[in-house]
């Protein structure tokens, strides 16, 4: 699996120019938006370099390479944990940096930071592109390359629509729905900190656990 790692790493070294370019994009939305708006970078950034992972799995698939990776020492499920792993570890180095650069930018210009909501907000994109990465990567196994991009992209397109329908609906009906999120926040507010995170970093675990042993069952069914 480390043999995995080390060649995906290479393979995302020849990109560094567009890394380069979602790094200054990214400085961009720091220098021209203020306080937590910035978080946008943050996102940004972390979605750019993060779901670097479909870019392996492309690159796997061109000229049919991935019939010469199914002939060495590494089972199915060790491909699918792998890139797991490795888009995990995308995300996070991504966030990180990102976190850092932004927050120094906006210390560099003497901007109100509301640290909480900050932090807070940071989390968040870490989250949601954990979340991304568990949701597409059985899709992109799945479909590969282009038709992967496109099936994902109905997926989104469809979840959208889904989600302003369910709104649109509850509204017509006159359900409160901001009191709902209200008392949903008033609840967890109960808990500390901590409780939270330790319960959301959990959820995500055996959300991304699901997304391999899905992965796996995919790839087991595909014939190299």
Not at 14 to 36: L, Q, V
Not at 70 to 98: D, N
Not at 143 to 160: D, K
Not at 193 to 220: H, P, R
Request: charged share 10%; net charge neutral; aromatic share 12%.
């Amino acid at each position: 699996m480390l043999g995995l790692l080390v060649k995906d790493l290479y393979l995302l070294k020849k990109n560094r120019k567009i890394f380069i370019m979602f790094g200054g994009i990214a400085c961009i939305f720091a220098f021209t938006n203020d306080g937590n708006s910035a978080i946008m970078a943050v996102a940004y950034f972390t979605m750019g370099i993060g779901m670097s992972v479909f870019t392996t799995i492309s690159y796997d698939e061109f000229d049919h390479s991935n019939v010469f990776l199914m002939t060495l020492p590494i089972t199915r499920k060790e491909y699918a944990l792998e890139k797991a792993i490795f888009g995990i570890i995308s995300i996070g180095v991504a966030f990180l940096v990102s976190m850092v650069i932004v927050t120094s930018i906006l210390m560099l210009r003497n901007l109100p930071i509301s640290w909480g909501e900050w932090l807070v907000s940071g989390f968040s994109v870490f989250i949601v592109m954990n979340i991304m990465l568990a949701l597409l990567l059985p899709f992109q196994i799945k479909f590969g390359g282009e038709n992967g991009r496109m099936v994902i992209l109905g997926v989104g397109i469809v979840i959208a629509v889904i989600v302003v329908g369910v709104f649109s609906f509850l509204t017509q009906l006159n359900v409160d729905v901001e009191g709902i999120f209200a008392d949903i926040v008033t609840m967890l507010s109960r808990f500390s900190g901590a409780v939270i995170i330790a319960g959301v970093l959990i959820i995500l675990t055996c959300l991304l656990f699901l997304s391999v042993i899905i992965t796996t069952k995919i790839l087991n069914k595909i014939e190299y």
